[in-house]
């Protein structure tokens, strides 16, 4: 069964850090590109960082660089998304997604795991 399970939301006060997870089931991310994205109430879902497969380049939505760091595991076939500095806008559901073409475009991913949230207090 090929599954995403995100997971590591939580409620924290402004300024303060979550680290969340990707784990896969059912196919391994080195084969793949992996996403992050999130989506609150009444907003349109927006990428916030991806990884690529191939060479590990990364990329980030400019209101999170600086603050947020992404990664790979691939012993434990899991995606990291270290975020830091935290303020109310990140709130969100948060979601990883596998895509074969890196970017930070919803629509061409793939694979979708189910959100956590994330909510920052102020």
């Known amino acids: 069964e090929v599954q995403l399970q995100a997971s590591g939301g939580g409620l924290v006060q402004a300024g303060g850090s979550l680290r969340l997870s990707c784990a896969a089931f059912g196919f391994s991310f080195d084969g793949l590109d992996i996403g992050w994205f999130r989506e609150a109430p009444g907003k349109e879902r927006e990428g916030v960082s991806c990884?690529?497969?191939?060479?590990?380049?990364?990329y980030y939505d400019g209101s999170v660089k600086g603050r947020f760091t992404i990664s790979r595991d691939n012993a434990k076939n899991t995606v990291y998304l270290q975020m830091n500095s935290l303020k109310p806008e990140d709130t969100a559901v948060y979601y990883c997604?596998?895509?074969?073409?890196?970017?930070?475009?919803?629509?061409?991913?793939?694979?979708w795991g189910q959100g956590t949230q994330v909510t920052v207090s102020s």
């Open positions: 997604a596998a895509d074969h073409n890196i970017g930070l475009i919803a629509s061409e991913y793939d694979y």
């Open positions: 990884i690529s497969s191939s060479d590990g380049s990364t």
